[in-house]
């Protein structure tokens, strides 16, 4: 069991940017691997960012050079820098925690982002 807060959505001017950060708490020992989503209106969630307990990342074709996924296992956080912000960035984003084997994941409550032009 884990619990995920997340926080640093807001608006944002485009160009501009911002650091979500998501603690974890809880069985935080199991966290085998953290992800960032994002859903936008009348869109699926999506995968934006992952970052292993280890330090391996993958970023969303459409964020590569933009955002950057960062954790520290010692204070069971991951962070997602966010820079060079575009509209089509605006969604609300997710965080979430799988366990080692993956078979279970967490979700955080999301927060909103907003990018104005």
């Known amino acids: 069991q884990v619990q995920l807060v997340e926080s640093g959505g807001g608006l944002v001017q485009a160009g501009g940017s911002l650091r979500l950060s998501c603690a974890a708490s809880g069985s935080t020992f199991s966290i085998g691997a953290w992800g960032w989503y994002r859903q936008a209106p009348g869109e699926q969630r999506e995968l934006v960012a992952r970052i292993t307990t280890g330090g391996f990342t993958v970023h969303a074709d459409s964020v590569k050079g933009r955002f950057t996924v960062s954790r520290d296992n010692a204070k069971n956080t991951v962070y997602l820098q966010m820079n060079s912000l575009k509209p089509e960035d605006t969604a609300v984003y997710y965080c979430?925690?799988?366990?080692?084997?993956?078979?279970?994941?967490?979700w955080g409550q999301g927060t909103q982002v907003t990018v104005s032009s």
């Open positions: 979430r925690a799988d366990n080692y084997g993956y078979s279970v994941a967490y």
